[in-house]
C-alpha cells in the first residue's frame, strides 16, 4: 500500500510528529502506517478533502500541509498520519 519514498519520507520526518521514532526500517515504518491507518493524498487538493471529510476546517491549504500530521513526500503527494 505504501510505497518506498512514501516509507522513507515517513522514516525521515517522524520526529515532526512523534518525540521518539516509531519505527527504524521500511518495514516497521510500514506496519506502523498500516496499523494506523494511514492514508496517502495525490495532492493538496486531495489532502484537504480528507480533512473535510473529516470535519475539519480546510479553508487555508496551508496550515492544513503545515500540520504535523501531514508529510510532504516530495513528488505532490502527502502522507496523512493521524497518531
Not at 519505527?23 to 493538496?44: I, Q
Request: with cysteine; aromatic share 10%.
Amino acid at each position: 500500500m505504501f510505497d518506498e519514498m512514501v516509507l522513507r519520507c515517513f522514516l525521515e520526518k517522524q520526529g515532526q510528529l512523534f518525540r521518539e521514532n516509531v519505527a527504524s526500517t521500511l518495514e516497521e515504518a510500514e506496519e506502523f502506517l498500516e496499523d494506523c491507518m494511514a492514508v496517502v493524498a495525490d495532492s493538496a487538493q486531495d489532502a484537504a478533502a480528507y480533512f473535510e471529510e473529516e470535519g475539519i476546517d480546510t479553508d487555508d491549504y496551508d496550515d492544513i500541509l503545515e500540520a504535523d500530521e501531514v508529510f510532504d513526500v516530495g513528488d505532490g503527494r502527502y502522507l496523512i498520519v493521524e497518531a
